[in-house]
C-alpha cells in the first residue's frame, strides 16, 4: 500500500502535459528582440514560445516571422500563437495556410498544419472559410497531396508527378478540421459535416475528432453511421469515441500508470532511431546498426528526481535491446564493448549492476536477446552468414540458446533479416522480418515490384509454424493521398507515381495484456488487433503523420522534418493505457534529442520522465516482475529432419486478381541465398525444386528441404507464370506445415468437412537433385547452369 | 614518334586479327555440348546425374534424345521414371505416347500425375488419369495420320481452348501436313499463347518454308529457337537482328541459337555481346565466378571467337589494365566497352550501385586461353581497381597459372583494415568495408593444384581469417574437389561459426563424394 501511495504521489509530481511547455515557467527572458534573433538564426522552439508569452510586443515579431519566407520559422511561429493565441495573428496565418509549397506546388506542410492549428485557437470566425477550403474538391486526379521527398532525397523529377496547383496539403487539411471544431459554430460544423464523407479515412478522422470537440449533437446519426460502418478502424474507433465524448462518459483525465521500482534503458548521443525497421539503410551511421547506444542506465525510482545508475561504464562501447527477466532480478542486453574491436553479443547483469556475464562471443553480432518462459534465450544474430537481397548486409536471423550461452542454434530462416524476438503470452514468438521484394511483382503482367517490407511474424520456439502475423499488405492505409480500395499493394499499382521502392514497416512489437500489439510503423505507434481482419485491425495514434513524406522513403528512414506531432519509438507496456516511451518533440530534429516519457494510447497525454539535454534516452524496460508466458514443447526432429511438408488447401483462396481457370502448376522455387558480395540491389537467384500439377480443388502437397527458404509460383498449361509468390516461406525439419490462404484473420480455421485432394496422396517432392535449373533472378531469367528454355 | 607508334600498333591490330583468322578450331556450339553432355551423363552408373541429365534434356526441348529418354521411363529408380515422363512431355513424339500409356499404372502417384499431364499436352485429350483404358482406346482406334488430321481440324474449332490444345499437341503429333495447316493458319493469328504454340511446333517440323514466318515473330523466343533449328542465312540476319534490339537482359534465345547456326558475323554486335557477359559488379554477381561459366557466357565467347575478335578485345582491355591504350586502335564497335572499362579503373573501385560498366574484364577471363598472356598478367595482380585483381586472379587460375598462387595468397592473408564483426559490407554507395578478398579465394580453388588445396584448406578453418575468405575456401575445395579435404571440410562444417559457411562445407562434402561414388562406380562398371 505504501509503494502505491508514493507512486501516486511521484505521478502527481512528474505528469507534465505537453501543453505545459508553455506554462508560467516559460518567462520571459531577455528582450524581444533578442529571443527573435535567436529564433531567426537557431531556430529554437523555446524562443517561439517565450516571444508568444510576451504578449502583443512577442506577437509581433511572431507576424514578422510567419511572413519571413523561412518555412521552419514560420512554422515555430504558428506553433507559438497555437499555444499563445493572438488575433493579431489572423492575417499572417491564413496567408501561411494558403501559401504554396516551393518544392510540391501545393500548401506548405508545417507551417500549414501548425497554422491551422493556431487559427482554431484563436477562434475568429473569418477563418473557417479558408479552412474549410483545405477539403479537396476531388476535381482532377489527385485528392490530396503532400511535401515530396525529392528534395530529402534527391530522387529525379521525372519519378515524380507534380499534383494541380491547389491540390490541399494531406496534414493541413487535417489541422484545419481540428481547427474548425475548436472555433465551433454551425458554419464550420457544416464543413466538418462534409469531411464526414471525404473518401480519404484522414480527414474523415478529422472531422469525427472536430465535431466530437463541439460536441456537435446534430451530427450524432453521422458519427453512429461511421461508428458502425465506415471501412477503417481508427475511424470507426475515433466515431465511437466522439459519441461517449458527447455523452460524457470519457473522463477527461485518465487513470495514471502503477510505476515499477526502476526502468533500464540506454543512452546514446547522435543515436539513429531504434527501428524504423529496415535500419540498415545509407542515412543511418554505417556499422554496425542495431539501434545502439553509449551505455544502459537504470533510472531508480523512473520519474524526474529518480537515480541515475549507469551499469556498463563503457567508453569506446555500444549497448542495445534490454530485456528484464521474469523475476525483475536480472537484466539481457546486446553490448560491444569496442565498437572498433569487437562485434555485439549478449550479455546479463544483474538489476543492481552486479555480476555482468558474456553470454555468446565470436566474430559475429548477436542482438536483441529476449528471456523465453523454458529458460533459455531467443536473439538476433548475423552468424547465420547470407547477404539480404537489397543491399547485401548481413543476413539476420532468430537463433536461440541455453541460459548459459549454449547450444546456440538457429530457428527463422528468412534469407533477408529477422530481428526484435518477444514471446507472446500463447509462447509463440513476435519478430520483425524484412523482406525485398526485388523484381518479383505478384502479376507478372505488373512488371517488377522492387519493394521492401518489414512486418511481423510469429514463429514457435523451435522454429516451426513460421508465419507471416502482420503487416503485409497495409500499404493502403499508410499511401492514401488518392481514394483506392485496399489491397492493391500486392500489384504494385497506383501505390505511388513511381511504383517502386515502396513498403511498410512494423517493427518493435510488444504485446499489450489485452492481447493487442503496439509496434512502431512509418508513422510513429500503432496498436494492432490481431483478433480481426488483417486488413482493419490497425489504429495508429497519430493518423495524422500517416504517409509523412510522401510514401516512399519515409519507409526507409524518417523524416522528423516534416512531423507536426514528433517522434516516437521504442513503446513498452506500462498497464492502464499507458506506455513507456521514448519521444523527441517535433521542432528538434536532432538525433539527440529523444528523452523518456510515459504516454496515452487513447488521449495521447504526455508526461514527461526523463531527458538528458543533448543525449537521446531509449528503449525504457520496467525493471520488475512479470508474469511468464506459456512455455512450448520442442520438437527434436526440427534440428534433424532433412525435409518437411507443405500443404495448401487452395491456391484460389486468395484475392490476388488472376485467371483461375487457367491454373495448373505450381512451381516451387528454392531462393539461392548468397554468401559473399561486393554489390548491392541484387536478388537471389533461383533454383526450380519442382513444378508440380495442381488439383481440381486447387490443393497441393509437397515435401521440401527443412530450414529452405522457398517460393511458390502458379502457372498456366504453357509453363507461363500467372501469380508470383513475392514472400518466402520454409518448413523445419519434419514440420507439417498448412495454408489455408493469405489474408484470413489468425483466429480463422479451415473448414473441417475440407477434404483436399492433394492430401489423398503422399507429398510431391520438390527436393533438391543435381541439375536443377538455377535462374539468375526469376525463372524465365538466364540460366546458370544449363540452357534454359521457357 | 607518334606515327611510328601507331604503324607498330596497326601491326600488332593486324598481327593479331590474322592469327584469329587463320584459326582452324571451329568451337563446337554449345546446343550441341549440352545434348552431348547430357546423352553422356544418361548412361551414369549414378541416378543422381541420370536425373541432371534428364533434366537437362527437358529443357531443351530436343526431339533427338526420345529415344534415350524412352529408356529411361523404366527405370527402378520413382525419381528418373517420374523426371523421364516430364522430359518426354516436351522432347517426345507418337513414338512416346504407348509408353506413356502404359506408365498411368506406375506405383508412384507424382509419376502418374506427370504422365497424365504429358499425355493431355501431347495429345489434346482429357481423359482422366485413373483411365488408362480410355487412352489405350483412343490411341489403338486410329493411325497417326488420321489422328494429325483431327488434331488439325481442331484448328478450326471456335473454343480457343481446343484451339490451343490443338497446337500443343501438333508439335509432337504433327506430321507432313502440319506445317503448311499450321502456317495457314498462323495467318492474321495475334494471339500471343496462339502465336508462341504455332512457332514450337514450327521448330518441330518447320522448314525454310516456314522462315518468313518466323522472321515475322522476332518478338517471340520461341521463333529463335525455331530459327536455330532451321538454320540458314535468312535466320542468321533475322537472330542478328534480334540482338541488336534495346534489351535489358541478354537474349539467351538469340546467343544460343546463333551460336547453334555457327555464326561469324557476331562482330557487328560486339559491343552487346560483351554486355552481356556481365560482371560480379553489375547484374551477373557473384554466383558468376562460383559456378562455371553459363551456357550463354559460353555462347558469347564462341560467337566473339568465331568472329575473330577474341584476341583483339583481350590486347584492349590488357592494354588498359596496363596504362597503354592507344585510342586509334580501338575500333568504333568496342569504343563504348572500352570506355565503360576505363570508367571502373579507379584506385579502389569496387562497384557503382545500380550499373557496372566494366563487362570487358569479364570478356577477357572467359575468351582468355593463351598462357602466353600469364607475365602480362601478373603484375596486375596488384591493380589499383579490386575488380580487376579479381577477373586477373580468375583468368591466371583459368590459365593454371601456378606463380600467381603466392601474391593471391598474399593478399588474402593481409586481411582488411577493420574487424570482421564490422557489419557493413556491400558494394552500396555509403559503405567503405567491402569484404572481396573472398574472390581470391575462388581462384586459388580454380588453379586446383595440391598446393593450392593445402593453402585452403589452411584459411578455411585459420580463426583469422575473415568470413569472406573462409566462405571462398570452402568453395574452392569444392572447385578441387579432393576427397584428402573432407577431414577440413567436416571440421568447417561443424565448428564454423557461420552457418551459411557450415552448409557450403556439408554441399562441398557431398560433392566430393558423389565424385568419387561415380569414378568407384565407372570402376566397378
Given at each position: 500500500m505504501k509503494l502505491q501511495s508514493l507512486n501516486f504521489l511521484l505521478i502527481v509530481l512528474y505528469l507534465?502535459?505537453?501543453?505545459?511547455?508553455?506554462?508560467?515557467?516559460?518567462k520571459p527572458v531577455g528582450d524581444a528582440k533578442t529571443l527573435y534573433d535567436r529564433l531567426c538564426k537557431t531556430k529554437d522552439a523555446q524562443a517561439a514560445l517565450k516571444l508568444g508569452a510576451l504578449g502583443a510586443e512577442g506577437a509581433a515579431l511572431l507576424n514578422e516571422g510567419l511572413k519571413s519566407g523561412d518555412e521552419r520559422i514560420a512554422a515555430l511561429c504558428a506553433w507559438a500563437f497555437y499555444h499563445h493565441p493572438q488575433p493579431s495573428a489572423v492575417g499572417n496565418l491564413h496567408a501561411l495556410l494558403l501559401k504554396q509549397d516551393e518544392i510540391a506546388l501545393t500548401r506548405n506542410q508545417i507551417g500549414g498544419y501548425w497554422a491551422a492549428r493556431a487559427l482554431g485557437k484563436i477562434g475568429d470566425k473569418s477563418s473557417i472559410p479558408i479552412l474549410g477550403s483545405m477539403l479537396s474538391k476531388y476535381e482532377g486526379e489527385v485528392a490530396y497531396w503532400e511535401r515530396p521527398e525529392d528534395k530529402l532525397y534527391g530522387g529525379g523529377e521525372a519519378n515524380r508527378k507534380k499534383p494541380a496547383?491547389?491540390?490541399?496539403?494531406l496534414r493541413v487539411a487535417y489541422a484545419s478540421m481540428e481547427a474548425l471544431g475548436e472555433i465551433g459554430g454551425e458554419e464550420a460544423a457544416a464543413v466538418l459535416t462534409r469531411g464526414f464523407k471525404d473518401p480519404q479515412h484522414l480527414i474523415r478522422y478529422g472531422a469525427i475528432r472536430g465535431l466530437a470537440a463541439m460536441k456537435h449533437e446534430p451530427a450524432r446519426p453521422l458519427l453512429k453511421d461511421l461508428a458502425d460502418g465506415d471501412p477503417v478502424l481508427y475511424v470507426r474507433e475515433a466515431a465511437r469515441r466522439a459519441l461517449e465524448h458527447m455523452d460524457g462518459k470519457n473522463p477527461e483525465k485518465p487513470k495514471s500508470p502503477a510505476l515499477p521500482p526502476a526502468v533500464v534503458f540506454f543512452k546514446g548521443k547522435d543515436v539513429p532511431v531504434p527501428n524504423q525497421g529496415f535500419r540498415d539503410f545509407g542515412d543511418f551511421p554505417s556499422n554496425p546498426v542495431y539501434a545502439w547506444g553509449e551505455n544502459l542506465f537504470t533510472l531508480t525510482p523512473p520519474t524526474k528526481d529518480g537515480t541515475l545508475k549507469n551499469l556498463t561504464n563503457l567508453a569506446k562501447g555500444g549497448v542495445q535491446g534490454p530485456e528484464v527477466s521474469y523475476d525483475g532480478k536480472r537484466i539481457l542486453f546486446g553490448m560491444s564493448r569496442d565498437l572498433e574491436k569487437e562485434g555485439f553479443h549478449i550479455f546479463e547483469i544483474n538489476a543492481d549492476g552486479s555480476a555482468l556475464r558474456q553470454l555468446t562471443d565470436g566474430v559475429c553480432n548477436d542482438v536483441d536477446p529476449c528471456y523465453l518462459p523454458d529458460g533459455r534465450i531467443a536473439f538476433s544474430s548475423d552468424r547465420s552468414g547470407g547477404r539480404e537481397e537489397y543491399h547485401h548486409q548481413r543476413t539476420r536471423n532468430i537463433f536461440v540458446m541455453n541460459a548459459?550461452?549454449?547450444d546456440i542454434h538457429q530457428i527463422t530462416f528468412n534469407p533477408n533479416q529477422d530481428y526484435e524476438p518477444q514471446v507472446l503470452r500463447n509462447g509463440s514468438i513476435l519478430y520483425s522480418h524484412y523482406q525485398f521484394y526485388a523484381g518479383k511483382s505478384a502479376l507478372p503482367s505488373r512488371g517488377g515490384l522492387g519493394r521492401n517490407e518489414t512486418v511481423l511474424h510469429t514463429v514457435m520456439p523451435d522454429g516451426t509454424n513460421d508465419q507471416h502475423f502482420y503487416g503485409t499488405q497495409r500499404g493502403p492505409l499508410y499511401t492514401p493521398l488518392r481514394p483506392q480500395p485496399d489491397g492493391l499493394q500486392y500489384i504494385g499499382a497506383n501505390w505511388r507515381h513511381n511504383k517502386e521502392h515502396i513498403g511498410i514497416s512494423f517493427s518493435l512489437p510488444r504485446e499489450l495484456p489485452d492481447g493487442r500489439i503496439v509496434c512502431m510503423t512509418v508513422s510513429g505507434p500503432a496498436i494492432i488487433d490481431p483478433a480481426r481482419s488483417p486488413l482493419d485491425c490497425e489504429i495508429p495514434f497519430f493518423p495524422e503523420i500517416v504517409n509523412l513524406d510522401g510514401g516512399q522513403f519515409a519507409y526507409v528512414r524518417p523524416a522528423p522534418e516534416y512531423s507536426p506531432v514528433g517522434r516516437y519509438t521504442t513503446p513498452y507496456p506500462a498497464g492502464d493505457g499507458w506506455l513507456w516511451i521514448s519521444h523527441a518533440p517535433w521542432h528538434d530534429v536532432s538525433r539527440s534529442a529523444y528523452g523518456l516519457y510515459l504516454v496515452h494510447m487513447e488521449t495521447r497525454e504526455l508526461a514527461l520522465v526523463h531527458d538528458e539535454p543533448g543525449v537521446s534516452d531509449f528503449a525504457p524496460v520496467p525493471v520488475a516482475p512479470r508474469p511468464r508466458e506459456m512455455v512450448i514443447p520442442l520438437r527434436s526432429e526440427s534440428r534433424t529432419a532433412p525435409t518437411g511438408t507443405i500443404e495448401c488447401l487452395s491456391v484460389f483462396n486468395t484475392d490476388v486478381p488472376f485467371d483461375k481457370d487457367a491454373v495448373r502448376y505450381v512451381r516451387v522455387i528454392e531462393r539461392v541465398r548468397r554468401g559473399v558480395s561486393i554489390v548491392s540491389h541484387r536478388p537471389f537467384p533461383a533454383r526450380v525444386l519442382a513444378t508440380v500439377p495442381i488439383e481440381k480443388d486447387g490443393s497441393f502437397f509437397v515435401e521440401a528441404p527443412a530450414d529452405t527458404p522457398v517460393q511458390f509460383e502458379l502457372l498456366d498449361a504453357d509453363g507461363n507464370i500467372l501469380v508470383h509468390e513475392t514472400t518466402h516461406n520454409y518448413v523445419r525439419g519434419g514440420e507439417h506445415k498448412a495454408c489455408m490462404g493469405c489474408h484470413e484473420p489468425k483466429a480463422a480455421s479451415p473448414d473441417a468437412a475440407a477434404d483436399p485432394l492433394a492430401l489423398r496422396h503422399g507429398p510431391y517432392p520438390a527436393l533438391r537433385k543435381p541439375g536443377d535449373p538455377i535462374y539468375k533472378i526469376q525463372v524465365l531469367s538466364r540460366g546458370y547452369n544449363m540452357i534454359i528454355r521457357p | 614518334m607518334e606515327r611510328v607508334r601507331l604503324f607498330c600498333a596497326v601491326c600488332l591490330i593486324m598481327a593479331v586479327m590474322s592469327r584469329n583468322g587463320i584459326t582452324s578450331d571451329e568451337p563446337t556450339d554449345v546446343f550441341s555440348q549440352e545434348i552431348g553432355r547430357f546423352r553422356a551423363l544418361l548412361s551414369s552408373p549414378l541416378p543422381e546425374r541420370r536425373l541432371e541429365a534428364i533434366q537437362g534434356l527437358a529443357y531443351l526441348k530436343d526431339p533427338s534424345c526420345e529415344d534415350a529418354l524412352l529408356r529411361m521411363i523404366a527405370d527402378p529408380s520413382a525419381d528418373i521414371r517420374r523426371e523421364a515422363t516430364i522430359a518426354l512431355g516436351q522432347c517426345g513424339s507418337a513414338k512416346s505416347i504407348p509408353a506413356l500409356i502404359a506408365l498411368l499404372n506406375d506405383p508412384a502417384w507424382d509419376t502418374r500425375v506427370q504422365v497424365h499431364d504429358a499425355l493431355c499436352r501431347m495429345t489434346a485429350q482429357t481423359f482422366a488419369m485413373d483411365d488408362p483404358t480410355s487412352w489405350e482406346k483412343w490411341w489403338q482406334d486410329s493411325d497417326p495420320a488420321a489422328k494429325e488430321k483431327a488434331i488439325i481440324a481442331g484448328l478450326a474449332n471456335q473454343d480457343v481452348q481446343v484451339r490451343l490444345r490443338s497446337l500443343r499437341a501438333l508439335r509432337f503429333l504433327g506430321g507432313r501436313g502440319t506445317e503448311d495447316a499450321l502456317l495457314s493458319f498462323a495467318k492474321g493469328r495475334g494471339a500471343v499463347p496462339e502465336r508462341k504454340l504455332i512457332l514450337l511446333a514450327l521448330e518441330r517440323m518447320g522448314t525454310e518454308k516456314a522462315m518468313p514466318y518466323l522472321v515475322g515473330q522476332q518478338g517471340l523466343t520461341e521463333s529463335a529457337w525455331a530459327m536455330g533449328r532451321i538454320g540458314g542465312p535468312e535466320a542468321e540476319q533475322a537472330l542478328l537482328k534480334m540482338m541488336e534490339g534495346n534489351y535489358p537482359w541478354e537474349r539467351v534465345d538469340v546467343v544460343i541459337n546463333l551460336d547453334r547456326i555457327k555464326s561469324k558475323a557476331a562482330d557487328r554486335a560486339i559491343g552487346r555481346l560483351i554486355y552481356w557477359y556481365g560482371t560480379i559488379t553489375d547484374n551477373h554477381r557473384y554466383e558468376d565466378l562460383t559456378l562455371p561459366p553459363t551456357p550463354t557466357q559460353r555462347a558469347i565467347t564462341n560467337l566473339i571467337r568465331r568472329s575473330g575478335k577474341a584476341d583483339l578485345v583481350i590486347e584492349l582491355v590488357l592494354r588498359e589494365l596496363e596504362g597503354k591504350a592507344v585510342e586509334a586502335d580501338i575500333p568504333e564497335n568496342l569504343k563504348q566497352t572500352i570506355e565503360g572499362l576505363r570508367k571502373e579503373l579507379k584506385p579502389g573501385f569496387y562497384a557503382k550501385i545500380h550499373e557496372g560498366t566494366a563487362q570487358a574484364l569479364s570478356a577477357m577471363y572467359h575468351l582468355a586461353d593463351d598462357p602466353a598472356l600469364v607475365p602480362r598478367l601478373m603484375p596486375l595482380l596488384?591493380?589499383?581497381?579490386v575488380v580487376v585483381r579479381i577477373y586477373v586472379a580468375m583468368t591466371l587460375a583459368k590459365l593454371k597459372a601456378q606463380e600467381a598462387m603466392p601474391m593471391m595468397l598474399e593478399q588474402i592473408r593481409e586481411g582488411y583494415p577493420f574487424g570482421d564483426h564490422k557489419h557493413m559490407t556491400t558494394g552500396l554507395w555509403v559503405h567503405g568495408k567491402h569484404r572481396w578478398k573472398g574472390f581470391l579465394a575462388l581462384a586459388v580453388g580454380r588453379l586446383g593444384t595440391e598446393e593450392a588445396r593445402k593453402a585452403l584448406e589452411e584459411l578455411a578453418v585459420d580463426p583469422k581469417s575473415y568470413r569472406d575468405v573462409r566462405l571462398g575456401s570452402v568453395i574452392g575445395l569444392r572447385f578441387i574437389g579432393s576427397p584428402a579435404s573432407i577431414p577440413v571440410l567436416e571440421r568447417v562444417a561443424k565448428e564454423d561459426i557461420v552457418c551459411f559457411i557450415r552448409e557450403s562445407a556439408q554441399d562441398a562434402i557431398e560433392d566430393v563424394r558423389l565424385a568419387q561414388r561415380e569414378i568407384e562406380a565407372g570402376k566397378a562398371k
Open positions: 507534465v502535459w505537453t501543453a505545459s511547455v508553455c506554462s508560467a515557467e516559460d496547383p491547389d491540390t490541399p496539403n548459459d550461452g549454449g | 596488384k591493380h589499383q581497381t
